[in-house]
């Protein structure tokens, strides 16, 4: 029901700063939550960053006070604002979007994600 696209991702230096993209399409009633999650090689997948449809948000340990989650609800677009990165922020970056539907219900939807590499 939903396509889900990340953007923004590239190659930054450690103490700079990078803005991520999600962008939902698709067919759907509302948008629940939209999510960051991350995944370094080798490990599973982190939880980074999520925001309601009333704008609440809340974060990872890991992230917390250095990454925002803001939206744009006439876009279906979240961002993910990314400050003083380190070289333990590289991973893919994978955006996540539950979405409400009356014939599916509540689901899932992911991206494919955007390559974050923090590197001097």
């Known amino acids: 029901q939903v396509q889900v696209v990340e953007s923004g991702g590239g190659l930054v230096q450690p103490g700079g700063s990078l803005r991520l993209s999600c962008a939902a399409s698709g067919t759907f009633f509302k948008i629940n939550v939209m999510a960051w999650y991350r995944q370094a090689p080798g490990k599973q997948r982190e939880f980074v960053a999520r925001i309601t449809s009333a704008g609440s948000t809340n974060y990872g340990s890991s992230v917390e006070g250095r990454f925002t989650i803001s939206r744009d609800i006439a876009k279906n677009t979240a961002y993910l604002q990314m400050n003083s990165l380190n070289v333990d922020d590289t991973a893919v970056y994978y955006c996540?979007?539950?979405?409400?539907?009356?014939?599916?219900?509540?689901?899932?939807?992911w991206g494919q994600g955007t390559q974050v590499t923090v590197s001097s």
């Open positions: 996540n979007t539950n979405a409400y539907w009356w014939t599916t219900g509540s689901q899932d939807y």
